[in-house]
């Protein structure tokens, strides 16, 4: 069973930053890909970021020039987040996919954007 450990969210203003740190139970060569979801109040689970083992990097157009995912280690992953804005609010979670094809998720962390 694969386990995520999510960290790094909190409340921050306007304009400040973030860094989201999640790692994974599994060995990094088990990993096809690593992502971070948001989902705000009331509206669905999209995807923010993703970085898959080759090293091929996605970003929402939303986060596109703010937001930075980066791995920390073989199975673990930073989203480096800039220039917040109150849009960015929302529940935070953890994705990894195996080549196996086996997908989990964390518990998700919360970032909250507000003056």
């Known amino acids: 069973q694969v386990q995520l450990v999510e960290s790094g969210g909190g409340l921050v203003q306007p304009g400040g930053s973030l860094r989201l740190s999640c790692a994974a139970s599994?060995?990094?060569?088990?990993?096809?890909?690593m992502g971070w979801y948001r989902q705000a109040p009331g509206k669905q689970r999209d995807l923010v970021a993703q970085i898959f083992g080759r090293g091929n990097i996605y970003y929402a157009d939303s986060v596109k020039g703010r937001f930075t995912i980066s791995k920390a280690a073989a199975s673990s992953t930073y989203l480096q987040m800039n220039s917040l804005v109150p849009e960015d609010t929302g529940l935070y979670y953890c994705?990894?996919?195996?080549?196996?094809?086996?997908?989990?998720w964390g518990q998700g962390t919360q970032v909250t954007v507000s003056s």
């Open positions: 994705n990894v996919r195996l080549y196996s094809g086996t997908v989990a």
């Open positions: 599994v060995s990094g060569s088990s990993i096809q890909a």
